[in-house]
């Protein structure tokens, strides 16, 4: 069945840029989603349609794409951006999705 | 206000069957695709399911580990979408969310355990 790669880890200092990559042949043609999810809480949208951000989200937060990978980059990281980060996206035919596995981020 | 929360949880048998409920407040269920997706203890999110909002058919479509075992269904009269499970597993376990992707409840803990 379709599967999405992300990094199991990133660590990155504050102030810095973190960069996420999600993996998966269906990426060329279908969108993407970002979210995350911190210990206890349920997961958060953070970008849909591979780059768009919903109402709320910080701007430091953006999307984007390139062939079978799409990336998610967090600029200026600050402390509370720790926590665990999930792509998602649909097999080729539509008739599923699937989440990466993903990456937890540390902020150093 | 938009709120999703869900319940039915539970321990049950394997070979048992479960369902869940999700109570949505603040917008209207036909309106919305709405899915449900898992997460074993420790582990990441898994999707299991969705079915369309009305105008685009209200179809369902399921994870193929949970095809063929779940249904998701929704009774629009009291704004609740469901999710009926069937010959359960023990990989079945995990906290269950509904969601709208934007909008997510707080989950509900299903425990497969003989």
């Known amino acids: 069945s379709y599967e999405l790669t992300q990094p199991p880890s990133v660590s990155v200092s504050p102030g810095q840029t973190a960069r996420i990559t999600c993996s998966g042949d269906?990426?060329?043609?279908?969108?993407a989603y970002w979210y995350h999810q911190k210990p206890g809480q349920a997961p958060v949208l953070l970008i849909y349609?591979?780059?768009k951000r919903p109402s709320g989200i910080p701007e430091r937060f953006s999307g984007s794409s390139s062939g079978t990978t799409v990336t998610l980059t967090i600029s200026g990281v600050q402390a509370e951006d720790e926590a665990d980060y999930y792509c998602?996206?649909?097999?080729?035919?539509?008739?599923?999705?699937?989440f990466g596995g993903g990456t937890k981020l540390t902020v150093l | 206000e938009v709120q999703l929360v869900e319940s039915g949880g539970g321990l049950v048998k394997p070979g048992g069957s479960l369902r869940l409920s999700c109570a949505v407040s603040?917008?209207?269920?036909?309106?919305?695709?709405m899915s449900w997706v898992r997460q074993a203890p420790g582990k990441g999110l898994e999707w299991v399911g969705r079915?369309?909002?009305?105008?685009?058919?209200?179809?369902?479509d399921y994870a193929p580990p949970v095809k063929g075992r779940f249904t998701i269904s929704r009774d629009d009269s009291t704004n609740t979408l469901y999710l009926q499970m069937i010959s359960l597993e023990t990989d079945d376990t995990g906290l269950y969310y509904c969601t709208t992707a934007i909008r997510w409840g707080q989950g509900t803990l299903v425990t497969v355990s003989s």
């Open positions: 269906a990426l060329p043609g279908k969108y």
């Open positions: 603040g917008f209207t269920l036909s309106d919305a695709w």
């Open positions: 079915i369309k909002n009305k105008s685009d058919g209200g179809t369902t």
């Open positions: 349609e591979d780059s």
């Open positions: 998602q996206s649909a097999d080729s035919s539509g008739s599923y999705e699937v």
